[in-house]
């Protein structure tokens, strides 16, 4: 039982540079989210996409694009890495169904960023 | 979106039965309250879900008087393994679901 996959666990990455993190789900669900993690802030949501080929920004985009080309997989890219970036990144998944507001999400184990 | 405040961590001792409470003075009349249990180095995992009155599982209870501007997740006889961050999170109706969590509370478990 995979549920939400998350590529890769940790990377060191230099300033500037291109980074994409991998999210995968085998669940099916129509909603997928990518959040960050800082230290006494919390989780903050980058992006979400409610169903493929839709996104939309969190509290916390900037920096960040992502894309929804299909239901399993949302990748978060970070064009131009800063060490602001520096965070545990969770991806998530909910089946929202239709128009319920009742919403259970399931969390990857998250990636852990350092940006020199 | 309702925004949420909880208190940044709580202590407590094994056997004991803990409180945590969530103010969400602006919750919309289509809001859900639904709570989460965080470990380090883990993602959040879901725990309970409510609209209003009382929802019990095998794991929590949920309290939610009848304005719904707070809640109180309880967790009856903690044990060491309680010790977490747990989230209060309200889910915004529409199809915009910017689910936004508050900064959660630190449960620290003594023996």
């Known amino acids: 039982i995979a549920g939400i996959t998350q590529a890769p666990t940790s990377q060191i990455l230099a300033a500037g540079r291109r980074m994409t993190l991998r999210c995968t789900q085998d669940?099916?669900?129509?909603?997928m989210y990518w959040y960050r993690q800082d230290l006494g802030l919390g989780l903050r949501l980058i992006h979400y996409?409610?169903?493929?080929?839709?996104?939309g920004k969190g509290e916390v985009p900037d920096g960040y694009s992502v894309s929804r080309a299909n239901t399993d997989d949302f990748p978060l890219t970070l064009a131009s890495a800063v060490p602001s970036q520096t965070s545990v990144y969770f991806c998530?998944?909910?089946?929202?169904?239709?128009?319920?507001?009742?919403?259970?999400?399931?969390f990857g184990e998250g990636s852990r960023l350092t940006v020199l | 979106l309702a925004k949420t405040t909880q208190p940044i961590s709580m202590d407590s001792y094994e056997g004991q039965e803990v409180n945590i409470t969530c103010s969400h003075n602006?919750?919309?009349?289509?809001?859900?309250i639904t709570w989460y249990q965080q470990f380090p180095s883990q993602g959040p995992r879901f725990i309970i879900q409510?609209?209003?009155t009382k929802v019990t599982n095998e794991v929590a209870s949920l309290f939610i008087p009848a304005d719904r501007k707070s809640s109180t997740l309880s967790l009856p006889r903690v044990s060491l393994s309680d010790t977490a961050v747990y989230y209060c999170?309200?889910?915004?109706?529409?199809?915009?679901?910017?689910?936004?969590f508050g900064s959660g509370t630190q449960l620290t478990v003594l023996p």
């Open positions: 998530a998944s909910s089946d929202t169904g239709t128009g319920a507001n009742t919403v259970e999400l399931f």
């Open positions: 669940m099916r669900h129509n909603a």
């Open positions: 996409s409610n169903t493929a080929g839709t996104t």
């Open positions: 602006n919750i919309a009349t289509n809001d859900y």
């Open positions: 409510g609209y209003k």
């Open positions: 999170l309200v889910s915004s109706s529409g199809s915009a679901r910017q689910l936004t």
